[in-house]
């Protein structure tokens, strides 16, 4: 049994190749059932965000999962395997689950710790169970990369600091305000970076927005998406007056608001604290600005050095979340290692068994005045000496597990105890229990038919 993940993300593949694989959510299901009824497929689960397609699949041999997969994917979305093969990364076991922790934690996306990826993989998850296409492996897995990744961004700081200019604004902000319930925005302009910075703001409470621009139309459009105000620029200064916050972006030449302006409004405003952001290029709001009391200006320079710092104490965060992806993989390699061994101690205990319930029926054939409690006490110990018997095979076995060459050594154990017949002719109850029996047979070694 071995996991494999196949996918392209941003870093692989261009937007025009990310586009052509992104899984519409009505076809989800339907993609899931087709993926778990390949070739070689045991389980499935499928990722797909904004920014990646990733497949997770537990698989009974490597080289045809690949091939299965790789082949799926070109079906369902029509592209020859030539136009996205060298924009696909494939992980194996180890690998894989370390990637799928890393992405549950944030590591792998493109605003470092960010956590929206912990919801869409625990939406992926949730629809796989509800399909039917996880069993044993991907049950313990997922839930292990969904608890690891909360873990880091409890007991790190990998979310605490903004990594993008908007983000860093709010943040600015709120150092200035402490909260933004009961504050107005002014966006001067109606530029990208204004907007979405407006939009920040918004979200994170800000009572109002006034758009201010040289053409009402587009102010009025912009303030509309917020349930805003528009001002034409003869009406900046009532804007002023108004504002909390200040966001600027005209693209104007000159500056737009000068220190004296600001002076004379400060008075007016009774100097209440004005917070300005000048996201321009060249500036729109004088630097000299800054010198007055009250006033907190902050340029594109000053937004992304914050934005620098900040990435660096990220990275910083991520090397202790590093750590504990590396502890949770050797968690669940041991966990994978004692489900290998469970069908062999299963058939070694009921063989023995067997034998002791045997034995039993020849002690009371031959000894048939033995009283009801003789027949139980003897029962009873000869079941201990049976558990005596298994302990220390037990141990080692799931020593040999973890081990480079565990499959010759559980072959070698199936083969000392004479367990082929058990392990062999396991009964299958139907669909419903294949991929369970199908799963032990992988996990000690043996091989399979696949399914077509």
């Known amino acids: 049994m071995h996991i494999l993940s196949i996918g392209l993300n941003y870093r692989t593949a261009p937007v025009e190749i990310r586009e052509r694989f992104a899984f519409l959510e009505e076809d989800k299901r339907a993609a899931l059932l087709t993926l778990n009824g390949t070739k070689s497929v045991l389980e499935a689960v499928i990722l797909g965000t904004c920014n990646r397609t990733e497949v997770y699949a537990v698989v009974d041999q490597l080289h045809t999962g690949r091939h299965f997969i790789k082949a799926f994917l070109a ?14 990364y494939i992980k194996e076991n180890d690998d894989a689950v370390r990637h799928l922790f890393r992405v549950a934690c944030g590591l792998d996306s493109m605003v470092l710790g960010e956590t929206q990826i912990l919801g869409q993989i625990k939406d992926a998850f949730q629809l796989a169970q509800t399909v039917g296409t996880t069993g044993t492996v991907f049950n313990t897995l997922f839930k ?14 990998i ?5 993008s200019t908007s983000y860093a604004a709010i943040e600015l902000g709120k150092q200035v305000f402490g909260y933004f319930n009961d504050k107005i925005v002014l966006v001067l302009g109606a530029g990208k970076m204004s907007e979405l910075t407006a939009k ?14 040289r053409t009402y139309e587009r102010a009025a459009a912009l303030a509309e998406k917020f349930h805003g105000t528009a001002y034409t620029m003869e009406q900046l200064n009532d804007g002023l007056i108004q504002a909390d916050i200040v966001i600027s972006s005209t693209g104007a030449e000159g500056y737009v608001v000068t220190k004296q302006g600001i002076a004379s409004i400060m008075r007016k405003r009774r100097n209440r604290p004005l917070f300005m952001i000048d996201i321009a290029v060249p500036r729109d709001l004088d630097p000299a600005i800054n010198e007055l009391e009250g006033v907190y200006l902050y340029d594109i320079d000053d937004l992304e050095g914050i934005v620098e710092a900040n990435l660096k104490e990220r990275a ?44 039993m029926r ?26 005596q018997v298994m302990h220390d095979p037990i141990v080692r076995l799931k020593e040999l597990s973890g081990q480079p060459d ?3 050594a559980l072959n070698m154990f199936i083969k000392l105890f004479a367990l ?8 299958e109850q139907g669909e419903e229990d294949y991929i369970s029996v199908r799963h032990r047979r992988v996990l000690i070694g043996q091989e399979l038919p696949v399914r077509s």
Do not use: Y
Not at 148 to 157: D, G
Not at 207 to 212: C, E, Q
Not at 335 to 344: I, K, M, S, Y
């Open 316 to 359: 910083q965060e991520a090397e202790k979340i590093g750590i504990m992806i590396g502890e949770e993989l050797v968690a669940f390699k041991s966990w994978l290692n004692t489900l290998g061994v469970a069908p062999l101690i299963t058939a070694l205990r009921e063989k023995l068994l067997t034998h002791q319930q045997e034995a």
């Open 406 to 408: 565990s499959e010759q």
């Open 75 to 88: 079906q369902w979305f029509n592209v020859p395997r030539e136009e996205f093969i060298d924009h696909i």
């Open 420 to 427: 082929e017949d058990r392990i062999e002719n396991e009964p």
């Open 159 to 163: 979310n605490k600091n903004a990594v």
């Open 144 to 157: 292990q990369a969904i608890t690891v990744a909360k873990r880091a961004h409890s007991e790190t700081e």
């Open 362 to 387: 020849n002690i009371e054939n031959k000894c048939p005045d033995l009283t009801e409690k003789e027949i139980r006490m003897i029962n009873k110990q000869t079941r201990s000496l049976i558990n």
């Open 200 to 213: 920040h703001l918004h979200a994170n409470g800000a009572a109002h927005v006034i758009v201010a621009n």
